[in-house]
């Protein structure tokens, strides 16, 4: 599956941006997907994930209640509302798909979107 992350760019503190994913490849549907970003000097951390069929998500406590996975399988796309947006999440976004399941190491990456969080 290829990945095409997009809709970063710059937003106040307190602002609002939602990203997108969108997939290529017949098996959307049946990869669990993850966010993850990686802000300049720092290690990539992750910031959401979803099953397969947008039943379960995950976050952690850095954004949880702040940020919102989904994803629409009919349009083999993902998203990430992003609300009340902090300095801190200036980074770069990167979507990932089919996380292996003892490791969770992501097999599939897109590009990335960056998102910059202006004080």
């Known amino acids: 599956v290829q990945l095409q992350a997009s809709g970063g760019g710059l937003v106040q503190a307190g602002g609002s941006l939602r990203l997108s994913c969108a997939a290529s490849?017949?098996?959307?549907?049946?990869?669990?997907m993850g966010w993850f970003r990686q802000a300049p000097g720092k290690e990539r951390e992750f910031v959401a994930a979803i099953n397969w069929s947008g039943g379960s998500t995950y976050y952690p406590d850095s954004v949880k209640d702040r940020f919102t996975i989904s994803r629409d399988n009919a349009k083999k796309t993902m998203y990430l509302q992003m609300n009340s947006l902090k300095p801190e999440d200036t980074a770069v976004y990167y979507c990932a798909a089919d996380p292996e399941p003892t490791t969770m190491v992501y097999n599939y990456w897109g590009q990335g979107t960056l998102v910059t969080v202006s004080s």
């Open positions: 490849g017949r098996m959307f549907s049946s990869y669990d």
